[in-house]
């Protein structure tokens, strides 16, 4: 199977910057797209930012971040980064990494998630 392991969280004060990382392990023929979603209490998991595998590494960003997260990937390692800067308190949450992966010997891609991280940004 395939674990994928997130760190880098914690509690910051407003305007500071976390880096989140995360790893996928196990099975892994490839990968394609890898991301990070966010849950804060009482709302719905939303896709923050994503990168695919392709040279080029087209990324996304949620129109509520773009400018002050940076999305990056290396391959080599199967490890999906999250430069978070000029932190807001609404940018409080649990974070998520995620990935669609070709399992060596299935055909198809499935998707994986991590166990999240917290990240408490304080006024």
């Known amino acids: 199977q395939v674990e994928l392991v997130e760190s880098g969280g914690g509690s910051v004060q407003a305007g500071g910057s976390l880096r989140l990382s995360c790893v996928a392990s196990?099975?892994?023929?490839?990968?394609?797209?890898m991301g990070w979603y966010r849950q804060a209490p009482g709302k719905q998991r939303e896709l923050v930012a994503s990168?695919?595998?392709?040279?080029?590494?087209?990324?996304y960003y949620a129109d509520s971040v773009k400018g002050r997260l940076t999305i990056s990937r290396d391959n080599a390692k199967n490890m999906v980064y999250l430069q978070v800067n000029s932190l807001k308190p609404e940018d409080t949450a649990v974070y998520y990494c995620?990935?669609?992966?070709?399992?060596?010997?299935?055909?198809?891609?499935?998707?994986?998630w991590g166990q999240g991280t917290q990240v408490t940004v304080s006024s």
């Open positions: 995620y990935a669609k992966v070709i399992v060596t010997g299935k055909p198809g891609f499935y998707a994986y």
């Open positions: 990168i695919n595998s392709g040279g080029g590494g087209n990324t």
């Open positions: 196990g099975s892994i023929f490839s990968i394609d797209t």
